[in-house]
C-alpha cells in the first residue's frame, strides 16, 4: 500500500485510506499489472508520469511482452471501462504499441474511449453544477439577458457586459448602457450591495459556464420546465391546422439530436417537403436527458458498488422517461398526420389514381373477354357453319346420287352397269359432285355447283328433278351418259374385283334381247311373270315408307306404270284371279321369265304397299354359282362384324347381288330350315 504514496488522482494525492474509511487499491494494482502482466521493465518512479500525449522516447523500456499489451488494446475498443487507472494503462498501452502502424486502429479505439471516460467524468461534473444553479431558483437565460433560442456568441456578448456591470470592483455609480438599464432597473443593480453584487456575479459566471458549453447547456434546458402540450381531437377540428401544430412543433423541435429540422411547413408545401417532414418526426431523436428526475446523487454514494448501482438506478429511470418522450412525440405526428390537409389531398389524389388505374385494368380485361369472346364466337360460327356445311353436303349427295339413278334409268341400255349404283354411297361428297357436274353438263342443264352447301342449294337443285326426268335422250346424249355411267362403274365395281359378276358379250346380248321382249309383250298393259317377277323384286327392294315408292318399282318393273303396279301388287296380295291381266306368252318367254314363279304380297299393304318377301320366286334367281359363292361368304364373314358391313362384303363375293338380294336369301334359308325342324 505504501506505492499509492507516490500515485496522483486528479491532482490529489492517493492515500491508503480516504476521508470515507475507503480503501483505494488501485495504483498497486497498476504498478503489479505493468511489471508483472506485461513484463515491462520501467523506472518505478516513471510510471505515474504517463499521460495520453506521452511518447515512448520519453521512457526507457528495456523489455516488454506486446502480445498481452495488444490484447487490452483490443479489449479496450469493444468496452467502456470505466475505472480511474484505466485512463494510465491506456497511454502506456498506446507508448508501449506507437511504433507499430498496424495497431492504429487500436488506437483510435482507445482514443475514443478515453474520450468516452472524460464525458463522463465531465457529466458528472456537469450534473452537479446544474443542479447547484436550479438550486438557487435563478434563471439563467434572464441572468444573462438572453432567450433559451439565442446562439452562444449573443450570450458571450451579454455576459461581457454585464461583467463590466456587475463586477463587485466597479462602482456603482457607473453609466448604465441603454440596452442593460431595463436589466439594471430589474435586478436594482446600483443599490446591491458589495457583498449582494459578489454574489450576484459568482451566479452570472456560473450561468455563462453552463450556457456557454453545449453539454452543460443542454443538461440545463432538460432541467428546466417544459410545457410538453399536445393539441386534442376537438382542437383539431375547431381550429387552423397550421396555427394549431406549427408551434408546436417548433417547440419541440429544440430537442431533436439532428439538426437541422423541417417544421410543419404551410398549405402549399409539396408531397416530397411533407414525406419528408413526417419520416424525420417519425425518427425523432430527443436531447433531453431527464437527469433531474434521477432519485440517487452519485456524490452521496459511499462505495464503488454503491456508486454503479446508483447510476443504473438513475439510468432505469431516465429510459423510462425517454420512452415517455417519445411516445408524447409520436402521439403528436399522429394526431398531425389525422389532420393533415396535405396528406387528405394526397389521399384523395392517390385514391382516384388508383381507382383509375383499377378502372383501366378492368377496362383491359373487359377489352379482353370481349376479344376472347368474340372469338370464341367466331369459332362457334365457324363450327356451326361447318357442321351445317356438312349436313347440306350429305343431303346434296343423296339428292346427287338420286339424280344419277333417275337418268340412268332414262335409258334400257344404262341398267346393267348402273345396277351398282347403290354403292354410290361409298363415293365421297367431291366425286359425286364431279360425275354430276359432268352429267349435267351432258344434259346441258345449267346449274351453279360452286356456291356453298345450303338449302336454298338443295332446293334448287332438288327442282331440276322434273327436267332429269323429261329431257329428250338423243343418241348422243345417251352415248355420253352411257360413258359416264361406265366410268362410275368401274369405279364402284374396279376390274378384276368380281370376276364372276362379268357377264360375256353374248350373255350382255341375250339380256337385251330379253328386256326387249318383255316391253313388247306387256307394251299393252299385259303383265308376262318376268314382270311379275321384277315386281316381287322391286316390292322387297323397297319396303313401305320409302320416299317415293312406287315410282321407283315402276322403274324397275320398266314396263309398268305407278298406278299399274298398285293395282297388281293389291290383286295379288288379296290372291284374286290376275289370268286375265297376263300376257299371252311363247314356251321359250315362259322359261325365261320364270313361269312357275309365285308372287306373294301380305294383304295388309294393299293401300299402295308391297311386302318384301318373295319365296320360290326369289329362290329361282339363283344359280348354282351364286349360291355356292354366298355359302363362301357366310362362312367368311361371321355374325359377330358389324351388319352393314357385313352384308356389303358379302354381297361383293356374290356375282350379281346386292347386299338386300343376300339378306333375304339368308332369310329364306334360315325359313326353310326352321319350317323343316317342326
Known sequence: MRLCNYSYNQEKKVVPKSSKKTKRVEPAGFVFFILREWNARIAFEDIFDVDLNSRKAEFEISEIDLENVKNFSNYSQKYELASFIY??????????????????????????????????????????????????????Y????????????????????????????????????????????????????????????????????????????????????????????????????????????KMNSRWSRVKPVPLLGSNESDDKYVEEFYEFWRSFETLRTFSHAAPHLLEDAESREEKRWMERENLKVQKKLVKKEQLRIQKLVDLSQQYDPRLKRRQDRLRLEKLERLKKVQEAKQLEMKKLELEKEKERLKLQQEAERTKYEKQIAKKLRQQLRIVSQRDDKFMEIAKNFDKLTNFEYGEILDYSKEMYSIIKLEFDFARNANSEYLEELKSCDAQLKEFEMEKDISEHLYGLFESIAAKLDPPGQNKSAELTPAQQQKQKTELKQDIKVGGEGRWTTADLGRLAKAVEANPPGTPGRWNLISKFVRTKSAGQCIEMAKLVATNADISSYMASETPAAAMNGDSTANVNISATQTNGNVTEGTSEASASGWTKEQQTAFEQALAKYPSHIDPLVRWRKIASEVPGKTPKECLSRFKEIKAAITSRKK
Open 142 to 249: 434572464e441572468l444573462l439577458n438572453c432567450t433559451d433560442s439565442d446562439e452562444t456568441s449573443k450570450i458571450k456578448a451579454n455576459y461581457r457586459k454585464l461583467v463590466l456591470l456587475l463586477h463587485p470592483d466597479k462602482s456603482n455609480n457607473q453609466n448604465v448602457p441603454d440596452d442593460l438599464k431595463e436589466y439594471e432597473k430589474k435586478y436594482r443593480v446600483s443599490s446591491l450591495s458589495r457583498q449582494q453584487k459578489s454574489d450576484m456575479f459568482l451566479m452570472l459566471q456560473d450561468a455563462f459556464t453552463i450556457l456557454s458549453d453545449p453539454d452543460m447547456r443542454l443538461e440545463y434546458d432538460s432541467n428546466l420546465p417544459f410545457d410538453e402540450y399536445i393539441p386534442s381531437n376537438e382542437e383539431a377540428k375547431k381550429k387552423d391546422f397550421f396555427l394549431l401544430f406549427g408551434p408546436v412543433f
Open 87 to 140: 485512463v494510465h494503462k491506456l497511454a502506456w498501452s498506446r507508448v508501449m504499441l506507437s511504433d507499430f502502424e498496424t495497431l492504429s486502429e487500436s488506437e483510435t479505439g482507445d482514443e475514443n474511449v478515453s474520450k468516452k471516460k472524460e464525458k463522463k467524468f465531465k457529466s458528472i461534473k456537469t450534473l452537479g453544477l446544474v443542479r447547484n444553479f436550479i438550486s438557487k431558483n435563478t434563471c439563467a
